[in-house]
């Protein structure tokens, strides 16, 4: 899965069930028992397992009904079975067999989604038949097999067919044994209208075109369909080859119209890229990516991929940001599809080449092996998330795509485990809910990041040759966390840094997967004893606990050389370029176990004045917190460019992140921006985008200070444009050709720091960028600076400029420039403008459920929009809120958080959770929990900054430059 923002809709309720068993619609919870954990129970197949599905769907788009004919293949294995009980959500049940033998009863339990069919006699041994008939509704749900409309060439609405069945939506679309243990093959034949293409997972092996009579109600709309023909109507048979054994959450079926671009692999592997008709030429990105990603992981894990093709979809409505469905991948349009000729931007195309690479890696993790069950979830998604950037940096080594990984991936991860509501990477669940709840931040990003981790310490070649070892013990089979382990320890047996370090590599990592949090390591000042505990935000201070939890933390020291340091810097000016600074020691220990050797080599190197680092390249998941001499030290370092480009952008990081958590006064990472950007010290592009972003956190965090601490927050709007303003010469409004990657992010991020800290002139041109933009020309506004233009002219312009987002974002085809225009539809503060916002936003036939979330993460990013949308969503409407989005994958959580994320103050915070006491979360309990803490760690942080932050800006040395610029430097551009 490729996961962000997302969400659903229930449709019109036009579809009258058969007079058959009907399952009934399977709701999340009841009020009552809203918040309590849910029993779930697996599915016994010890007496019946099925072995492999032949299933016929007859797909009707005009009614928007499905008929089903499916025959299992089941081996019975005990002669006392009498019954067989499957999964089964939302389908009407009409004729059941097993072995020629008629069901006698049909029940149902709605809250463990099952179906039981029990015969009269036992069933006999060895393997039968169960054959099923019955029908179910395509609806607008996202899950299961439901419908997504489109826009045709000629300009009408039609709907195509699409499945989605991870995590537990497969039972929506047939009766299975929906668990990814069960495993079974399949085999599928679709019937569709003829004028349709269909997709599955495997290559087609037969069609056959008829006519069909139709009702009269068919005849009726004949005129609308040309593939109806004075009342019969032209369909199509497609048959599908065999599939491997595998899960049923990874089958798939896609109807739908569709152009395609095809090339094979080297491997001869034919991959197919599927796009709305006439966008042909937006697929070729994506289809070059494809085909490198598949060669690269062909040649990495000793594997290879086992189907003849891999396709990959682009879906109007979809959920998640992919789905892995082996050979069939299926993507919403903006994480696909790329207009080459400027109209996508860079952050897009990275974007989408990580998704496909990410999607490919399932093929193997995930789809090859799976995990035994969605505890281990983390399996199949921390590792995709890793993979996806192995590869990336394989197709694309100038991207330096690693430190997308260190600044987006990790730095998400840090701060979502900071909290005391995060989770382990490996959590128990069972319910449907909670298996939803934990496609999460932690089972990808820290999953990933503690696999690199891994990698780091046992090195690259042992840790895929582990991988690959994995990989075949397990083949078409599922496999535990522990299993991974057990492969990389046989890989890494005879490695010098595992021998020495007394652990084993399942004791280390088991402390990484099965507790929450991560530790800070901190130095004592003047014996550089290195102790530990968790890091929280909310815990200032915290001292290290008895019952703070410990890991087996490995540490790579690194250090300056010993010749004196400031030579070495002048005579290596090309050293900042390289990833990894010139010549430095290295040595590893692991911790707590070789404790007393890294305490006496940092003793050493202490005393000699050098500087040193805990976490080079920030490979593992922890923080260190230095000394404050060591921070002037390794700040000096910086400045001299004697550490590589992720350490000094990792140090910022880290830097804000130990001020977050009150274990290092903010002024150290004040101090950091002070030397590194008004006199452009600093010239790497992640390094600057990293400090401007931490930067303009901080403005947003004091900006209540402006009525209470009046000469503080000027003198904060002061240094941010000291830092900032450099930054603008430096770069520009314009786009150049074959700039760096971390530019144009540079750029916009300067952009909004400025505009934040006042500077008017910032907003005029802005204004003015935006009209040529909407009056046609769109090279006013680079693609990549899109977003940022878009908010900052809503923000001064008030409810015409507003008028005008609306306006271009519903004549627009670009899905990348909609979703700009929806993440500005709250830049503006005027409630007016802001209501009707949130009214355009609600409108399904305006915006895409999908994309609600997107809107409303930017209308409650204010105040004022997050009090107008809780009104909203906390009145009258709730209970059709809830039904529209209450079970659908992410959008749900993702409302929650984004609406409740807006709500700054203590008094609005307690009205939520007195609310939610009486109404049910279903699946975003989790995030509730989590915003609700965030929102007091934020004010936390603001009551202990505002203790100390004026005092400095008013005595510092540091900060004299600050006071020295009067507030009248505000450069205009």
Not at 23 to 45: G, I
Not at 186 to 198: G, H, N, Q, S, W
Not at 204 to 223: A, I, N, Y
Not at 505 to 527: E, K, N
């Amino acid at each position: 899965f490729f996961f962000f923002f997302s969400v659903k809709v229930i449709p019109p309720s036009s579809f009258q069930p058969p007079p058959f068993f009907v399952c009934p619609l399977f709701h999340p919870e009841r009020r009552a028992m809203a918040q309590k954990k849910k029993q779930f129970e697996h599915l016994d197949v010890s007496r019946v397992q099925p072995q492999h599905y032949h299933l016929s769907l007859d797909i009707d788009l005009d009614t928007c009904v499905f008929k089903g004919q499916e025959k299992v293949e089941c081996l019975v294995k005990t002669a006392d079975a009498t019954s067989i009980t499957l999964h089964c959500v939302n389908l009407w049940i009409q004729k059941v067999t097993f072995a020629g033998q008629p069901c006698e009863t049909l029940t149902f339990t709605p809250q463990q989604q099952t179906a039981t069919f029990t015969f009269a006699s036992a069933l006999p041994e060895g393997t039968g038949d169960l054959c099923i008939t019955y029908s179910g509704q395509l609806d607008d749900s996202m899950a299961g097999l439901y419908r997504s409309t489109y826009t045709a060439l000629d300009g009408r609405k039609k709907y195509m067919a699409c499945s989605q069945f991870e995590a537990t939506d497969a039972r929506k679309a047939f009766p299975c044994w929906d668990e990814p243990a069960i495993k079974a093959s399949f085999e599928l034949e679709v019937t569709a209208p003829a004028d349709r293409i269909v997709v599955s997972n495997t290559p087609v092996s037969r069609t056959r075109e008829f006519l069909t009579t139709s009702g009269p109600d068919k005849e009726k709309k004949s005129h609308h369909h040309h593939h109806h023909h004075g009342g019969t109507s032209h369909r199509k048979t497609w048959n599908f080859q065999r599939t491997p054994i595998m899960s049923t959450y990874l089958l798939a079926v896609v109807v739908g119209e569709f152009d395609s671009v095809s090339q094979a692999t080297p491997e001869g592997v034919c991959t197919t890229v599927y796009m709305p008709l006439g966008r042909a030429a937006e697929g070729l990105f994506a289809l070059q990516v494809a085909c490198k990603a598949l060669h690269f992981y062909d040649g990495s894990f000793a594997v290879p991929y086992p189907l003849s093709k891999s396709d990959l979809l682009a879906i109007p409505d979809f959920a998640a940001g992919a789905m892995e469905n082996w050979g069939c991948v299926t993507y919403r349009e903006v994480r696909l599809l790329v207009d080459q000729e400027g109209g996508t931007s860079l952050s897009t195309q990275k974007a989408v080449a990580r998704t496909v690479c990410h999607e490919l890696a399932h093929q193997w993790f995930g789809n090859l092996v799976t995990m035994q069950w969605w505890t281990q979830l983390w399996l199949n998604e921390g590792f995709a998330r890793f993979m996806e950037f192995l590869a990336v940096d394989n197709v694309f080594p100038g991207w330096n795509i690693w430190i997308d990984f260190v600044q987006d991936v990790q730095a998400l991860a840090l701060g979502l485990d900071a909290l005391t509501t995060s989770h382990p990477v490996e959590v128990e669940v069972h319910h449907p809910d909670e298996v939803n709840e934990i496609f999460d931040t932690i089972s990808y990003a820290k999953g990933a990041s503690i696999i690199r981790q891994l990698r780091a310490f046992v090195g690259e070649e042992i840790f895929l040759k582990g991988v690959c070892m994995y990989l075949k013990k397990h083949q078409y089979g599922n496999a535990k966390t522990s299993d991974l382990w057990d492969s990389i320890t046989e890989a890494a047996a005879d490695t010098a840094a595992v021998k020495s370090s007394g652990t084993s590599i399942a004791g280390m990592m088991h402390g990484w997967t099965s507790q929450t949090g991560f530790p800070v390591l901190c130095l004592a000042p003047d014996t550089c004893a290195v102790s530990q505990h968790r890091f929280l935000c909310s815990a200032p201070n915290a001292t290290a606990s008895s019952d703070s939890p410990t890991w087996v933390v490995p540490v790579h020291l690194e250090h300056a050389p010993q010749a004196e340091p400031t030579a070495a810097a002048q005579s290596e000016p090309a050293a900042s370029a390289s990833m990894a600074a010139p010549e430095l020691a290295r040595q590893t220990f692991v911790l707590p176990e070789q404790s007393a050797a890294l305490q006496s080599a940092l003793q050493q190197l202490d005393q000699r004045g050098q500087w040193f680092m805990l976490n080079p390249r920030a490979e593992g998941f922890y923080l260190v917190a230095y000394t404050e001499q060591q921070w002037s030290r390794l700040i000096d370092a910086m400045c001299q460019q004697q550490l590589g480009v992720v350490d000094r952008m990792a140090l910022c990081r880290d830097a804000y992140m130990l001020a977050k958590g009150g274990e290092l006064p903010p002024s150290v990472l004040l101090t950091m921006a002070l030397r590194l950007l008004p006199t452009s010290v600093e010239e790497d592009d992640a390094v600057c985008l990293e400090l401007v972003l931490n930067l303009n956190a901080l403005q947003s965090l004091y900006a209540p200070a402006k009525t209470t601490h009046a000469a503080f927050h000027a003198a904060f709007a002061r240094l941010l444009t000291m830092c900032c303003t450099p930054l603008l010469e430096r770069l520009g409004w314009d786009t150049a050709p074959g700039e760096p990657q971390k530019r144009s992010a540079l750029r916009s991020a300067t952009l909004g720091a400025l505009s934040s800290a006042g500077n008017r002139t910032i907003a005029m041109q802005a204004q003015e960028r935006f009209r040529q933009y909407c009056a046609g020309q769109t090279t006013a506004v680079a693609a990549d600076l899109r977003s940022r233009v878009f908010q900052l002219a809503v923000r001064s312009g008030g409810a015409s400029v507003a008028h005008q987002l609306r306006t271009l974002y519903q004549h627009s085809t670009n899905p990348e420039e909609q979703r700009h225009c929806l993440g500005s539809l709250g830049a503006c503060d005027d409630p007016a403008v802001l209501r009707t916002h949130l009214d355009f936003a609600l409108d399904d036939k305006v915006v895409r459920p999908q994309d609600l979330a997107v809107a409303l993460a930017s209308i409650c990013a204010s105040e004022t929009g997050a009090r107008l949308a809780w009104e909203r969503l906390s009145g009258k409407e709730f209970d059709t809120f809830y039904a529209r989005f209450g079970s659908t994958n992410f959008v749900w959580s993702n409302i929650i958080g984004a609406v409740v994320g807006g709500l700054r103050s203590k008094e609005q915070q307690d009205e939520v959770v007195s609310f939610f006491k009486t109404h049910p979360l279903g699946s975003a309990a989790r995030k509730l929990e989590q915003t609700l803490e965030s929102a007091r760690n934020r004010r936390m942080q603001y009551e202990r900054d505002l203790a100390v932050l004026p005092a400095w800006f008013e005595h510092s040395p540091q900060a004299a430059a600050v006071k020295a610029s009067s507030a009248s430097t505000v450069v205009s551009f």
